[in-house]
Structures are given as structure tokens and as C-alpha cells.
């Protein structure tokens, strides 16, 4: 342990919030934590689901008959885990007995690079623990068989907004909400740069 603290303590550091992801800081810079490798070396590219499949989705569940309901989950990233080796250098507000000590951080956090890989990967899991799977147009527009086995249910994931379309969606919803905190629940009026109006006709 000795000197794996030796080690972080000896490291590049690098400041997160500088416009340049990898500005390198001081070694005796203390108020910073820092990456031991390169993110540079993780993956971070991730697909979000396309403009033209929400707009067709809508097509599809007017003649259908589908509700729609559109959402945002809270705290997003913090349900899954970095692939990043990151640490941090504890602050006063965690008490004299943590003061200065190192922090190894494991959470997926805002404004590292993997993060939104790492929850699309874990949202993924969740939607298939649910019977979803992934279109073959659109991998990030997901369909399953409907409780009356007879009409589809959809979602649409963009990061952490989703849109789902159902025959019964308060139900689709209770079951993602076992997994995650979600708010602002309502049908949609804005999703992804579209608005939507929706008229007698």
C-alpha cells in the first residue's frame, strides 16, 4: 500500500477543468486528483439514438395506438463504474480525519472521459434485464413484445434521456425506475431538438 500511495502521490496530474482534457499540473499541486494512465487509452466513443427514428417512432405509435412518455434519469453516471484509474486528494470538508488523504475513485463521475460510455453500457444491461433488445436499425431505439402479446413497446435512450412507447406506459416506467431515480416524467413536448404537438386529426 505504501507504495502504491507513494506512486499516486509521484504521478502527472491532471486538472479536469481546464478546457484541454489533459493539462498536466504541478506533482506537488495537492488540491487535485489525476489519472494514472492516459484516458486517451479507454474507449469513449458511444452512439445515441438517431433523429430520424424518434421522428419515425412517433409515426409509428400514432397508427398504433402507443402512448408516449419521455424522461430524464438523476445522478447518472454515478450508478456505474470508471474504467479510468483516478484519484483524488481529499478536501477539509470530509473532516481532519480524511484531510489530505488519497481517494481511489471507482464511481463513473461528470467530466471523465469514459462516463458516458460506462452508463450507456449499464443502461444497456438494464433495458435487456427487462426483455428490451436493441432494433437492428438503430441500436439505441430498443422493442420488446407488449404484456398483451400482441403490440410492441419502445424506447429511445439519448445518454440519459429516454422516451418510451407503450400501450402501458406507467408500467414500462415503474420497472426502469427500479434501477434508476427518474424525473421529470411527463409525455413529451421537446425530445432531441423536435417538438411535439399533437392535434384532434
Known amino acids: ?15 479536469f477543468r481546464d478546457s484541454h482534457p ?12 489525476g489519472h494514472l494512465v492516459d484516458i486517451l487509452d479507454n474507449e469513449i466513443y458511444l452512439s445515441n439514438t438517431k433523429d430520424i ?20 434519469i438523476g445522478n447518472v453516471y454515478i450508478n456505474t463504474h ?3 484509474k483516478v484519484h483524488a486528494v481529499e478536501g477539509p470538508e470530509l473532516g481532519p480525519g480524511l484531510e489530505g488523504k488519497i481517494g481511489i475513485i471507482y464511481k463513473a463521475l461528470y467530466e471523465l472521459a469514459t462516463s458516458c460510455v460506462q452508463f450507456h453500457a449499464h443502461l444497456s ?5 427487462i426483455e428490451f433488445r436493441p432494433t437492428r436499425f438503430d441500436h439505441d431505439m430498443w ?16 445518454i440519459d434521456d429516454f422516451c418510451i412507447f407503450s400501450k402501458q406506459t406507467d408500467d414500462v416506467m415503474a420497472q426502469i425506475k427500479v434501477a434508476y ?13 423536435n417538438d411535439f404537438k399533437c392535434n384532434s386529426k
Do not use: W
Not at 1 to 15: G, H, P, S, V, Y
Not at 125 to 129: E, H, P, S
Not at 150 to 158: A, F, G, P, Q
Not at 181 to 193: A, E, N
Open 181 to 193: 431515480r427518474v424525473k421529470l416524467i411527463g409525455p413529451p413536448k421537446y425530445y432531441l431538438g
Open 125 to 129: 444491461d438494464t433495458l435487456r434485464g
Open 1 to 15: 500500500m505504501a507504495l502504491e500511495i507513494k506512486a499516486l502521490n509521484e504521478m502527472e496530474r491532471f486538472d
Open 82 to 84: 470508471t474504467k479510468e
Open 22 to 33: 489533459l493539462q498536466r499540473l504541478p506533482k506537488d499541486n495537492p488540491s487535485h486528483g
Open 143 to 158: 422493442i420488446r413484445l407488449g404484456a398483451d402479446k400482441k403490440s410492441y413497446e419502445y424506447i429511445c435512450t439519448h
Open 53 to 72: 427514428s424518434v421522428k419515425l417512432q412517433h409515426d409509428i405509435s400514432q397508427n398504433a395506438g402507443l402512448d408516449a412518455l419521455c424522461r430524464d
